[in-house]
């Protein structure tokens, strides 16, 4: 229904009982079908008045990739793996297709950065994770946008803990630098310096845990 447009954004479901007549099954079926639907985010109830397609399908990834980082144990290693594959490629990308808006919210990010620079670990990691979401965006991919946001809280607590041992200044260099060269649209330089920053980001962290921390996502 949703794939073929007789569902749209924002739309109110079917009663259950008309569901069920619909597809031919029991009202249990469709009970269980709907939380799991709620679960993953493409739905959410309302008590006494129905249920409803997602206006925003931002959370339709985050469960089960959050569920998959938790139960397989996932470590550190793997998740730096991944966003060094993929995020300075977005980068480079965001050099060619960043809007105003985008160059807006990356310098917000990189002046909340030097207007305190004695924030707090858990602070610095906020502001990181709000320049990485502007560059997901700029990219214009919303699958990577979306996925890579899971992976971000996966690794949130690594954030805090590279941010609090990085030599002081350095985070902020690192992104101004990457802001620089997507603000002039250089994709070549963006992509290694995003890949450089990650690299370091891994590095530190690894030296900062301990053999059994190291696996652990969250």
Same mark, same amino acid.
């Given at each position: ?8 954004? *924002? ?8 569901? $069920? ?19 993953? *985010?493409?739905?959410?109830q309302r ?22 980082i ?17 995020? %300075?490629?977005?980068?480079a ?15 917000? $990010? ?6 305190? %620079? ?21 990219? *214009? ?26 030599? #002081? ?15 002039? *649209?250089?994709? #070549? ?9 990650l690299?370091?980001g ?12 190291? %696996?652990? %996502?969250?």
């Amino acid at each position: 229904m949703i794939s073929s447009g007789e569902l749209s954004p *924002g739309g109110k479901l079917l009663p259950e009982r008309e569901l $069920a007549r619909l597809f031919g099954v029991n009202r249990g079926s469709i009970r269980q079908a709907l939380k799991a639907l709620d679960v993953m *985010g493409i739905v959410h109830q309302r008590v006494g008045d129905g249920t409803y397609l997602t206006l925003d399908a931002s959370t339709t990834l985050g469960a089960p990739l959050d569920f998959l980082i938790l139960v397989d144990g996932i470590s550190f290693q793997e998740l730096f793996e991944a966003r060094r594959i993929v995020e %300075p490629e977005l980068a480079a990308r965001a050099a060619s297709r960043r809007s105003d808006d985008d160059l807006e919210e990356l310098g917000k $990010a990189v002046a909340a950065m030097k207007a305190n %620079p004695a924030m707090d670990a858990e602070e610095l990691a906020d502001q990181d994770l709000r320049f990485h979401e502007a560059i997901w965006r700029a990219s *214009g991919n919303r699958v990577c946008q979306r996925m890579f946001s899971s992976l971000h809280r996966a690794l949130s607590r690594s954030l805090t803990v590279t941010s609090s041992l990085r030599d #002081e200044g350095t985070p902020v260099e690192a992104h101004e630098q990457m802001l620089r060269a997507i603000e002039a *649209g250089e994709a #070549e330089r963006a992509r290694s310096l995003m890949y450089e920053h990650l690299l370091q980001g891994e590095s530190t962290l690894l030296k900062s845990a301990t053999p059994a921390e190291a %696996p652990i %996502p969250c």
